[in-house]
Structure formats: structure tokens, C-alpha cells
């Protein structure tokens, strides 16, 4: 009778040992399934970040592609606002030749300031395009 009931005893603890590790398993398994989870979720927020990144590096340089044709429109501006400037003077020149040389001398001189002064307020609006672009360059 002992027998048996060191048996059934043995049993018991038996059944108790099998049943702690099929639960210890089963945690082991949910660990992993919660890593595994935790993993494929950061892996994803990583994805979303650089894309992220790679679309604000493709908006820095259509910006930079931008503001580099805004600076050329600019100079290409300048350079046919000069160049009617050149040929209205060339025509005030003419006329003025036949009207008188004290008038040719003051339109003249005229035109020439005011050439200046344009020269000038273009030169610093370049200055302002390339600080605002090296600035741009900075901040990346």
C-alpha cells in the first residue's frame, strides 16, 4: 500500500513537473512572439523615419534646385535689364547727337548712375540668394 502511494505521490509530482514546464514554455513562447512584435514594430518605425528623412533630404533639394533657378532668373534679369539699358542708351545716344552735345553729355551720366544703382541693389540681392542659400546649406 505504501508502494502505491508512493506511486500515485510520484505520479502527482510527475503530472505538477510536466504541467510547470509546458506553462514555462508557453511563457517562453510569448516572450518571443512579444519580442518578435516589439522588433517587427521598431523595425517599421526605423522604415518610416528614414523615409521620412529621404523625403525631407528631396525637399531640401528641390528647394536648393529652387532657389538656384530663382538666382539665375535673377541674374538672367539683370543681365537683359543691362543689356535693354545698353540699347536705350545707344538710342538716346543718336538722338541726343542730333539734338545737341551738352544733352548727350547729361543723359549720358544719367543713365550711368542709374546703371550703377542697379548694378549695386543687384549685387545685394546675390549677397542676400547666397547667404540665404549657405544658410540653407548649414541647417542640413
Keep these: 500500500q505504501k508502494l ?7 505520479q502527482r509530482v510527475a503530472a505538477d513537473v510536466q504541467k510547470f514546464q509546458e506553462e514555462e514554455e508557453e511563457k517562453a513562447r510569448l516572450r518571443r512572439e512579444r ?4 522588433n517587427k514594430e521598431a523595425a517599421q518605425q526605423l522604415s518610416e523615419q528614414r523615409a521620412a528623412r529621404e523625403a525631407e533630404k528631396q525637399q531640401q533639394l528641390r528647394d536648393r534646385e ?4 530663382q538666382m539665375k532668373r535673377a541674374v538672367q534679369a539683370a543681365e537683359d535689364a543691362r543689356a535693354d539699358k545698353v540699347r536705350q542708351q545707344k538710342e538716346w545716344i543718336e538722338k541726343a547727337k542730333k539734338d545737341n552735345a551738352a544733352a548727350i553729355a547729361r ?3 544719367q543713365k550711368e548712375q542709374e546703371w550703377a544703382q542697379d548694378q ?3 549685387r545685394e ?3 542676400r540668394l547666397e547667404e540665404q542659400e549657405r544658410q540653407r546649406r548649414q541647417e542640413l
Excluded: C, P, V
Design 4 to 10: 502505491q502511494q508512493y506511486r500515485e505521490e510520484g
Design 35 to 38: 519580442h518578435l512584435q516589439f
Design 66 to 69: 529652387e532657389a538656384a533657378a
Design 107 to 109: 543723359k549720358q551720366h
Design 120 to 122: 549695386k541693389l543687384f
Design 125 to 127: 540681392q546675390a549677397a
